[in-house]
């Protein structure tokens, strides 16, 4: 990073350029200049400039109209922050026209510019305008997010100032206080020493003293004596000596009286006067001290000390003479060493040196810190691959190895963003056709207000609207929901799409346009998937609207007159389900008219609406919407739905929804019968006016002829108001209960269960007007609607409404069974007696499948006596949508028990269970809805997408426990005749142990109920004689699934657990698999085998997820090992160097074996039944390999011999897979067995993964061979998907087959059954029906002869050896054959020696012998 | 077909004498024999006086060869010299790089038997004659350098055919250079046949002059010395190795099969 002179205060600048646009470019540097100094970001400096730009663009193009003009631009700035002024005198401008701008719309018309003032007010801070005669001033300012230069991640660790950098903190800090220390020791010693100096210089001084004290005692006595006595003499030598003991005694002098020296150091001086200093003059007996200076020395202390008369009392007598004593002061002082300096010069000392300890602590502290700096700053440039080394004291690599984590996961959600992101695009992709699929505006019909609404969820979702014109005049209204969502839900929308334009056109019949529909996507479609459609036609000229529903929520009319709404759900299957019967669907199909009056509105929605959730899961819900319609239900259809929108989005806030939200609402524009008023109008005009013919006008007009003469009749007989008589219109009221009446007639019914139709409708009749009032009919026709016309059913109500208990329940229903069959015939009986058409379900009341099913439990269980050894538990982490526990009951049923919400989000989690449910071979399985809040329709879709395949099986999935919202949409989708639901498991317990006859019988009962409670007014449509059977609705797995992912645990070996991969493991579903392991990991389960046979893609990422955890399984002593690879995979494990790390397999059981201790090759297997696990155990050893240990990865074989029968029979248990790779072992195998000349040869597949094309060539090739021999090749134990291909290449009636290895010895063991089974023509002989395969073409059919009683398997086997030369010719030039032609060639070189091929070989053996024996005869 | 490669660790221990005289020998005895020079020295082409400029270093990478016919029923692929050497680092980054030559020869057929003389040391294109061979001769000189590089061999055929998912490889160990008046190499034959017992050839390749002149004339040694005692010797290993697949063929009984 370049340095740059960043602002350090503030600053203005200023630029003034002509309004033109050329000079844009040089406002923008300037500007950038700016911000650049004032530390702005980037992106903060490009969205300045861009916000100037749009400023002065404006200022030019529509201040100054490209007039001559200048702009004048101040700024002013300051690190973090620029104000910018501009300043121009162009035309003022109005602000207050300024709004925001609907971005949208722009979005959608494509308008470009007009834009400018939003983009300034997002970009910039604050924004004024000021218009003044003098000139405009635009004001704005912009502050940097971050204060000081924005810079990347951790900055402030990147470009410290050196003051801020903890090195120079701590240094100064430590500095300081040392300082501190050292100067508050340094005053205490400096006072202590400077007390003690003080001291050691008085003491000295006193010692003076005392010595001149001594020596004034010691010439007392001679100044007593005479003037030249020796005393005196000696005195001074005294002196003398006293001053060469103590040399700073300058001088010592004995002075009398009078001022004499009597005796002195200085001998010149004996007997001078002395002049006593006055300030001495007096002694006292302490005596007194002056300082004097004395040339040549400096100061000198003087001690005067007087003397006394020896043995005179002290006290008073007067000194005879004193001493004086002539010190040097400065030789004292040197002699008293002061140590103050030094102390000084020692602390300052140590304050030094403690600075660069400082210093150097702090340097060694700090340097891992600042290789941590570094690299956490690379980690802040981006560089995320680099790992900071942890090394350092322990506190700081602590840190670092926080860093690395934080790196690692960081990196590892950067990957993440990256390939979600990368979905995401995907998504958006497909959510882009999507939008494009859907109308972009509501057409104009006449009459017809229409508005919608559509909102795509996060995902790209399965709503689906569109209008249709069927003809001018009339227009199609469909509003459907995919079951699935993503890209499959967005491609079955397309083809839905395509469907309805192309059978909705000229279509007036709802119902047909949807079974048209049906028709043609339901093959199309993947299983388990399905469409829900409400479809309505508006005619806009007969006024009626004529609507089907398949399996869609309702329509809701409002009727404004009295205010109520109404449910509109015509029956209907939805599209999409194959069902048994061709022609179900479309008798199943409904259709309703219906006539709006005014103010009345359509709403035709998706689940999306109701479904809408908020934060806490609450679903916005069907009384909400309701609620809405009546409060809003006299606005336009595009207010409706504005406010609608905007209700949904207040109920959900922020929370993302997991489905589209689709809305239609419809409304009368114009009254009906103002247009009809007019049709008929004009259409008399025509004819009697214009003179049109009346055929043609009517024509025209499009009505028929009939109403035209109608018209004319009661326009001659009442006049012009004949024509708008609302009498004649065709009565159209709906004839059934509002949802306002349908909740008092529950009302009813809650409180009084026992009542029946007629009742309830004279309870609710009282206080009741006319108008509201309810007929019986009605009322009875509501109550078979919503499935309460019995009284248990009504008792099965409440209970699920909770207001009895479910003992209550019981007691009553058995009362009822028992004693009160009165009770039940008066509730049932009054449907009869208002609906006389209507089949006597009420006297032969089918029982109810609660009742039926407990009665049907004291059948004994069923024949089928499985003994499932393994009971999985699911433990689904917690926290999540769903849970599901499995449990197991005996007669191999399974009931899962789901908790929670069934949303797309959480479908796959069941799906998957009931997978591996089915997969561990339970057939029956209970589905315990009890603790289900809600099953979004993708849920439906994994139960219709399994019934079928488990009824195959003698199963069945059967619901249990619904609650009743749940139930309602079960109901809606039309379920009951495909899935049985009961109250409780113990219910449906009873039901699945019954027989797959009787259970069919129970469900056919039900669609015959459900059939019988159709609306009166279309009944005729679906008087459907025959009972429709199990429901096709098979399962299959499509390719095009994402992975899917199931685990479960090896029998008694419960440490290995099995992965179970389905799909394509790419980028995205790696994602999937990746969790899925580490939560293994995590959970310590960490030997994994994974089946990888029905993985069909392995991308790299795919690779990274097993070779990424690989390791950490490993450490954790488990490990990692993969099977049943198809080719492709392979190839690419093999390409990666995979195998290198970790072990593939063909078969489970040889990856099982593998985790466990190599265990010796185990042999003997004389009897073929014992074979059948050979495909694990060791092969025996053919000649000439006794070193081959083990059976080679891909392709297991093993063989056994079975002792009985005429020559035995070889069975070959073949594991793996057979491809290229493998396929020339399985031929020199099969070459082996066929040397044996064994009667026949057993296949046994049981353990195959895979066989390819070749593989079967192989196959047909040997039983060819067999056949000529007089014996068989059957093959057994093929598995599905095998047995599927065995089919599909038409060998079922060349080779026999069986299903378990057992079965096939046992016929082929019985010559007899052999021979019929070849009579039959399932065994043929050798080639009799051979069919060339295209990858093998046998040229000149190979065994025409085959019963010629030659030696056929010689010939087939020149033949075979012969086949390969043939595709030579047609062999791409690439492949590069090798092969040689003898005759073509001419590079032959002679033989140089023809004497061998004279002889012969044999010949020149024998003549080698001879020369060999005698040696002498050997010569060239 | 039967295909056989000549290989040992050790140099100079009759590899290309043995590959030469087998297949001239089987090729005299009326069997069509495909000779592939798996050595850079090319001292098969030296044998029999030829060249040719597409050789097996050209069918490892391009596929293209040109298949010399070098006596009556007798082929030759040519190595390529030196440009087999680099084929091996051109190859080393090739899928399926150790089937080059199988895949390349996979539809080769009017050859009852396909000879690779190999080079004295383990590389890729060794293990491509390996992957493509189902049998191994490896000729072992009468001393201790000899054996160790046979033992050498033979471990590394185990080892490979571990790894090789198509077919077992046997091996057979050929005493070549016995010379019965040297005491080492009745040691040494002993000494073999107890370590690896039923893999020996009965026949035994004694040390001949004629061997080794033959080369030196363009000529196999039955063609220099059709009676001289290197001729007699080989062609009793051609009659061995044709008798193995005789009653290979014969007796399905009296092999262990499966």
Known sequence: MKKKDFLTDRETFHLEVPADENNLSEVRDFIAAICDRAGFSKSETANTKLAVDEACTNIIKHAYRDKVGDVRIDVQAEPGKVEINIFDRGEPFDWSKVKEPDLDLYVEMGKKGGLGIYLMNRLMDTLSYSAAPGGNRLYMAKSSTASGAQRPLFASLMRPRWTSTLRFKFALRATLGLFGLIVFLWSILFYRQTQEVRGRYAQAWLQRKAVAENIATASENALGEDQYSVERTRLS??????????????????????????????????????????????????????????????????????????????????????????????????????????????????????????????????????????????????????????????????????????????????????????????????????????????????????????????????????????????????????????????????????????????????????????????????????????????????????????????????????????????????????????????????????????DDMLVIYTDGVTEAMNVNRDQYGEERLIQLIKASGKLSPQEFIDRLS????????????????????????????????????????????????????????????????RYKKRVVEMGDRGLQDKTLRIEDDIKRVSLEQRKGILEIIKKNPKYGAKKIADLFNEEKEEKERLTQAIVYDELKRIRLNTYDLRLEYLRRNKIITDEQFKALLAAQVRAEPDAFKLAAGDGIASISDEPEIAEAPAPRPARAARQAKLVPTGARDRNVAHKTEYAVGEGRAVEVTSEELEGGIVVLRVKGHLDSSSVGELEGILESVYEYGYRKIIVDLKDVTYISSGGWGIFTGRVKLLREGEGDVVLAGMSSEVYDIYELLGFQEIIMQFPDVEAAVGYVTLSLVEREKRLEEVSRRRAALKPLEVRQASESPGAPEILDVPGDETPWTALKIEAGTVGERGEITILYLDGVIDTVSCVKLRSVLDSFVDRGIVKLVVDMSRVEYVSSSGWGVFASRIKDIRAREGDFKIFGMDEEVHSIFHMLGFDSIMRSFGVLSEAIENFKVPSPAGDGYEDAIEAEALGESVQPIPEGMAGAKRVEPGLAIGVAKATDGPKGIIVLSIGGAVDSSTSDELESRLEQCLAENPAHLVLDLSDMVYISSSGWGIVVKYMQKLGASGGALALAGMNSTILKIFRDLGFEPLIPHFGTLERALEELRLPKNLGEAVRKGKIVPAGAESRPRKDAPVPDAPVEQADAGQDLASALLGKADIIPLEPLKTVKEEEKVIFIDFKQRTDVREDKDHRIKKLGWEEYGKKLSESEKNPKRRKR | MKRYAIMTMKGGTGKTTTAVSLAHGLSLSGRRVLLIDCDPQRSVAVTFGVESPKGLADLLTSGDVDILQVRDNLFFIDSGGRKLAEVELKLGAREHRERRLADSLKHLKGCDYVICDCSPSLNLININALAYCDEVIIPVSMDYLSRAGAEQTASIIEEIQTLNSRKPISFRLLPTFYDSRIRLSHLMLGDLRERFGERIFTTIIRMNAAIREAPGQNKTVFEHAPLSRGAFDYYHLTEEILGLERSRADSAEAAPVL
């Open chain 1, 237 to 598: 030598d005294t002196f003398i000596k006293q001053i060469k003991k103590y040399p700073e005694t300058r001088y010592i002098r004995l002075v009398d009286r009078d001022g004499i020296v009597i005796a002195s150091s200085d001998v010149d001086e004996l007997l001078s006067a002395y002049d006593i200093p006055a300030e001495a003059g007096s002694l006292t007996k302490e005596g007194a001290s002056r300082t004097v200076q004395m040339p040549g020395v400096g100061a000198v202390r003087e001690f005067h000390q007087p003397v006394y008369r020896a043995g005179t009392e002290r006290a008073n007598a007067e000194p005879i003479g004193r001493i004086v004593t002539g010190v040097s002061i400065a030789m004292v002082v040197e002699d008293l060493v002061d140590p103050r300096p030094m102390m000084t010069l020692l602390l300052v000392g140590v304050f030094a040196a403690g600075v660069a300890l400082i210093y150097l602590l702090i340097a060694v502290f700090v340097r891992p810190i600042q290789a941590l700096t570094e690299g956490v700053r690379a980690i802040g440039e981006g560089s995320l691959n680099d790992e900071i080394k942890i090394e350092g004291p322990k506190e700081i690599g602590e840190i670092a190895r926080a860093f690395n984590e934080i790196t690692s996961k960081f990196r590892a959600a950067q990957k993440n963003v990256v390939e979600q992101e990368r979905l995401q695009k995907e998504m958006q992709v497909a959510q882009e056709i999507q939008h494009t699929l859907l109308p972009k505006r509501v057409p104009e019909i006449g009459g017809y207000d229409i508005a919608s609404y559509y909102k795509a969820a996060k995902e790209v979702g399965g709503d689906y609207y569109d209008f249709v014109k069927v003809d001018e005049d009339t227009l199609g209204v469909v509003v459907a929901d995919v079951s699935g969502k993503g890209v499959p839900g967005s491609l079955v929308m397309t083809m839905i799409r395509t469907a309805l334009r192309m059978e909705a056109r000229g279509n007036y019949s709802a119902a047909e346009v949807m079974s048209r529909m049906n028709d043609f996507v339901t093959e199309d479609m993947k299983k388990g998937m399905f469409v829900t459609i409400f479809y309505s036609i508006l005619d806009s000229k007969n006024r009626i609207i004529s609507y089907a529903s398949a399996g869609h929520n309702p329509m809701i009319l409002y009727r404004a007159e009295t205010d109520e709404t109404y449910f509109l759900n015509p029956r209907g299957f939805p599209v999409g389900i194959s069902l048994p019967d061709d022609t179900l669907f479309r008798r199943s199909i409904d259709v309703e008219k219906i006539k709006l009056k005014k």
């Open chain 1, 646 to 709: 905007e209700a949904i989005k207040e109920f959900t806030g922020d929370m993302p929804q997991n489905d589209d939200i689709t809305v239609v609402a419809i409304k009368e524009k114009l009254m009906a019968d103002e247009v009809l008023y007019g049709i008929r109008k004009k259409l008399l005009d025509l004819v009697e006016i214009q003179g049109m013919p009346v055929a043609e006008a009517c024509r025209m007009m499009k009505v028929s002829p009939s109403t035209y003469y």
